[in-house]
């Protein structure tokens, strides 16, 4: 079972990274432009940050869920959480790719 | 077209330089050099903003040599007052 915790657990630390990146980009464009364009692009950033880094706090760092997650969680349930964070992960790799271009 | 260059000026990293590309073709066609020079950027720098910018038709290069100009595509051109509304934004 551990691989898929593991990689749902370093999928979720990847778009916390890639993330805060992407946020740092359209603020500071923010800040040059005061787009709504680039507005839209800073707010979607940060509450998928926010999603991320939630997740990244329950699975590794929260005293009582994290001890949860790692052992009372079904492979079933882990596998598609897994998922989830890595088409995130894939999803992000590409707008990164055209953001930081 | 409206979209594109929002996005492509102002949603990535480095729209500002493109923004500065695209006003000094606009006031008179450069080739990669002049503008290295004129907007103190590195020659590298300008041809990938330029390569980003004809990729998304917001520029048109005249001519096929090595020392080809660069002008606004005629859809940037329709759409220049977008353009110009970021551009105030910077100054």
């Known amino acids: 079972m551990s691989i898929w915790v593991d990689v749902a657990k370093v999928s979720s630390g990847i778009n916390v990274v890639v993330l805060l990146a992407l946020s740092a980009i359209w603020a500071r464009n923010y800040l040059t432009f005061r787009s709504k364009h680039a507005v839209g692009l800073l707010v979607f950033g940060v509450f998928l940050l926010a999603e991320n880094a939630l997740a990244f706090y329950m699975y590794l760092l929260d005293p009582t869920l994290s001890g949860w997650f790692s052992t009372k969680v079904p492979v079933i349930v882990w596998r598609l959480m897994m998922l989830l964070h890595v088409f995130e992960t894939i999803g992000l790799a590409f707008l990164a790719w055209v953001t930081v271009d | ?91």
């Not at chain 2, 590309?21 to 080739?31: A, G, M, S």
């Not at chain 2, 290069?61 to 005629?74: I, K, W």
């Open chain 2, 1 to 91: 077209m409206e979209a594109v260059l929002w996005y492509v000026l102002t949603g990535t990293r480095g729209g500002e330089n493109r923004v500065r590309i695209l006003k000094t073709v606009e006031e008179q066609p450069r080739n990669a050099n002049q503008l290295a020079e004129t907007l103190d950027l590195d020659y590298k720098t300008i041809r990938h903003h330029l390569d980003v910018l004809m990729d998304n038709d917001v520029v048109q290069r005249s001519g096929d040599d090595y020392g080809a100009v660069y002008l606004p595509s005629q859809r940037c051109r329709a759409n220049w007052e977008t353009v110009e509304t970021i551009v105030d934004r910077i100054d």
